[in-house]
């Protein structure tokens, strides 16, 4: 029997903002949350520290850059409950302004995991969700359309005709110029965290007019939002914000929001991602 409770998950969650989302979903959400991880220990101590706080998501291993941890989780979701309301892609990576890497290897693997990634996911589970189902892509102030230097690149992310084959070819051709050393050259800028987030943001708006464009249609809203500069691992907890400040966008995005294919500010409010922000 599948359940009938309403259902969200949210990825990449065992720590940092993703864990003060599924704090703000176990308070705020009528229905079950899943949170979820790559490591499973880690994962279970996440759950465990709610638990002795009164809440009581649910948990599954989930690895956004392995096919077949994809494949299983959303088989599992499929056979027990049925179909999601809400997804969360909080799950991501970014190396540290001291990281010995070559650009190359950072170019390639900040793409694999925040834009593969994510497409990944969506992909699996994006046939699962309900009527009036809400998705919300953490992107940052660093997929801002304007981080991008080059004219010519802006215009092929903003275009309406862009479609997730167009984008994912975009992506591609940044890992091969950055593996050629011409990032720069080609108009990409200098870091490969600001290009995987403009093309989660560029998805986003994307995967809107996919939804727009459904018969029947499910009512799908698909938002990105930039959830703040948060004291986290990953801002090597440099950010002023705390997680649960982080969390306050996605959350609103998730629970209150009326929005369409925006791109939201930790502020809550709507901003554009192809104009100069003020």
Known sequence: MTSTKKLAI???SNKGIGFAIVKGLCKEFDGDVYLTARNVERGKSAVKALNNLGFKPLFHQLDITDQLSIDNFSNYIKT???????????????????ASEPFAVQAEETIRVNYFGTLKVCEALFPLLRQNARVVNLSSSLGHLLVIPSEELRSKFNSDSLDVSSLTKLMEKFVKDSKAGKEKEEGWGSSAYSVSKVGVSALTFIQQRVFNAESPNRNVSVNAVHPG???TDMTSHKGPLTIEEGAKAPLFLALEADLKGKYVWFDCSVVSWDKKLN
């Open 10 to 12: 949210v990825t990449g």
């Open 80 to 98: 027990k409950h049925g179909g999601i309301d809400l997804l969360i892609n909080n799950a991501a990576t970014a190396f540290k302004n001291s």
């Open 229 to 231: 500069y948060v004291d």
